[in-house]
């Protein structure tokens, strides 16, 4: 419902096309996006939004801090599945 009213308040742009394909697959298969406010607030519509997590200017800091958890959850399971590997 909500896509359907923007895009009644919206003019499409030529490459807008190519910007909604970037946006959605770049979203799809990663998790942590940066686009500008209009696309990050387009593709949080769609459904169903299990898609990255999408930051945008005024986010950055966030971004950062939400890798920087990322990587530390990364190296800590790193770190068991080496701890229980058996030595030989």
Known sequence: MTWTIESKSFQMTPGDGI?????????????FATLDKKWKRRIEMLPPNNLARIYYD?????LVDDIEIGLSIVEERRRAATLSQPRG
Request: proline share 6%; with cysteine; net charge negative.
């Open 58 to 62: 005024p986010e950055l800091d966030a």
């Open 19 to 31: 910007d909604f394909c970037q946006a959605v697959i770049g979203t799809a298969f990663s998790n």
